[in-house]
Antibody, heavy 118, light 112 residues
Framework: EVQLVESGGGLVQPGGSLRLSCAASGFTFSSYPMHWVRQAPGKGLEYVSAISGDGSTTYYANFVKGRFTISRDNSKDTLYLQMGSLTDEDMAVYYC???????????WGQGTLVTVSS | DVVMTQSPLSLPVTLGQPASISCRSSQSLVFSDGNIYLNWFQQRPGQSPRRLIYKVSNRDSGVPNRFSGSGAGTDFTLKISRVEAEDVGVYYCMQGTLWPWTFGQGTKVEIK
């Protein structure tokens, strides 16, 4: 059974940093590109970043503006999102999702909440 | 970025009646391989998104056949033939043809 379990969310001050993790199981992790998608409270879904299966290629939404870094450790079946210079606009539930396609995501984690507040 | 525009944004439906959600993209979603990477997701209250449809009209395993997707070019539709109580939630179209992949604003389906 495919499982994606996010962790690392929490309360952070404006301007602060946080690293999110996503532990994958039930599939050959290195064979799949992975994505981070976020959802602000009461709002819609928004793509944040993506990474190829071998980690050599990454994509970022424009609003990331060099503040976030996506990475993966295929030996640990884990996806990461290092976030910096956080603002209240980054406050959201962050979901880890598996790309199965191209052009689509099939499995999603339960999400981890990032709260930005002083 | 490709803008995905859904309508309506709110859809009250009577149980057992059909429902239809429209999604329009700001540019063609035909990929270089000839495929159209248009997906539909359902998000029930308090849950993560769940994919229902991929490549316009392909239903995911386990998705009831009352859900169907159609469309071409820049206009796409999700139809529910007979709405059931478990269909309450927000539905999103999403394009995976051009990065950044983008979602529609969401359509909230509720029971009248």
């Amino acid at each position: 059974e495919v499982q994606l379990v996010e962790s690392g969310g929490g309360l952070v001050q404006p301007g602060g940093s946080l690293r999110l993790s996503c532990a994958a199981s039930g599939f050959t992790f290195s064979s799949y590109p992975m994505h981070w998608v976020r959802q602000a409270p009461g709002k819609g879904l928004e793509y944040v970043s993506a990474i190829s299966g071998d980690g050599s290629t990454t994509y970022y939404a424009n609003f990331v503006k060099g503040r976030f870094t996506i990475s993966r450790d295929n030996s640990k079946d884990t996806l990461y999102l290092q976030m910096g210079s956080l603002t209240d606009e980054d406050m959201a539930v962050y979901y880890c999702t598996r790309e199965y396609g191209p052009g689509s995501n099939d499995y999603w984690g339960q999400g981890t909440l990032v709260t930005v507040s002083s | 970025d490709v803008v995905m525009t859904q309508s309506p944004l709110s859809l009250p439906v009577t149980l057992g009646q059909p429902a239809s959600i429209s999604c329009r993209s700001s540019q063609s979603l035909v990929f270089s391989d000839g495929n159209i990477y248009l997906n539909w997701f359902q998000q029930r209250p308090g849950q993560s998104p769940r994919r229902l449809i991929y490549k316009v009209s392909n239903r995911d395993s386990g998705v009831p056949n009352r859900f169907s997707g159609s469309g071409a070019g820049t206009d796409f539709t999700l139809k529910i033939s007979r709405v059931e109580a478990e269909d309450v939630g927000v539905y999103y179209c999403m394009q995976g043809t051009l990065w950044p992949w983008t979602f529609g604003q969401g359509t909230k389906v509720e029971i009248k």
